[in-house]
């Protein structure tokens, strides 16, 4: 079957750094997505890995290694509104997105 | 700007009555999705359209319906409810190539009762 793995919440300090992972199985790769969900709103993209690497997006930079399954979304500086939940997703070889059930971050002060 | 908008936000419905849950975007995209989302649980595709006149299923159709008669408009029918259809509901949209994001709406709360 596939299947997306993603820890079910973190907790991090304003202004410090903090990585979230995501394995995954799936049926072929087209691809792997981050979005970011606040509670009650829908989600809106982050980043797009297709070739193995870091893509860097401003404070947000995510990762991707093909060979392991892997991926990590990693947050810069981060800042009280980045509190939410960070949704991977990876497209398999029938172009459906196959969605993690998304990691709850909580930033104190 | 308008993107994907979703009707209604919110709504409460009696076990066994049905239910149309509207989705238009104006943004010309080809493909049209409909998720289900669960506390715990990732999204869960329940129907999909890559084109205007054309629908699939996806990983959780029973009990839903779909059609898209137009671009813009794709609209999700509950035939007749049961309390496990429960959820928050997203219609999502992209222009269908591969590597362009999905366009989520603010989501439909459904309660069935």
């Known amino acids: 079957g596939q299947n997306i793995d993603q820890p079910t919440e973190m907790t991090a300090t304003e202004g410090a750094i903090v990585q979230i992972n995501c394995t995954y199985q799936t049926s072929g790769f087209n691809g792997l997505f981050w979005y970011q969900q606040h509670a009650g709103e829908a989600p809106t993209f982050l980043s797009y890995?297709?070739l193995d690497g870091l893509e860097e997006k401003g404070r947000f930079s995510s990762f991707l290694s093909r060979s392991k399954g892997y991926s990590y979304l990693l947050l810069k500086e981060l800042q009280m509104k980045d509190s939410a939940s960070y949704l991977c997703?990876?497209?398999?070889?029938?172009?459906?997105?196959?969605w993690g059930a998304g990691t709850k971050l909580i930033i104190k002060p | 700007t308008a993107g994907i908008t979703q009707a209604p936000t919110s709504q409460i419905l009696a076990a066994g009555r049905s239910m149309t849950l509207r989705c238009t975007q104006d943004m010309r995209h080809n493909a049209m999705y409909w998720y289900r989302q669960d506390l715990g649980l990732g999204l869960r595709l329940i129907h999909y359209s890559n084109t205007a006149g054309t629908t699939g299923k996806g990983e959780v159709p029973d009990g839903y319906s779909v059609s898209r008669a137009n671009t813009d408009d794709f609209p999700l029918t509950l035939a007749s409810a049961v309390p496990s259809q429960t959820s928050v509901y997203f219609c999502?949209?992209?222009?269908?190539?591969?590597?362009?994001?999905?366009?989520f709406g603010q989501g439909t709360r459904l309660t069935v009762v």
């Open positions: 997703a990876v497209m398999d070889s029938n172009y459906q997105l196959i």
């Open positions: 999502a949209s992209s222009d269908g190539t591969v590597n362009t994001e999905a366009f």
């Open positions: 890995n297709v």
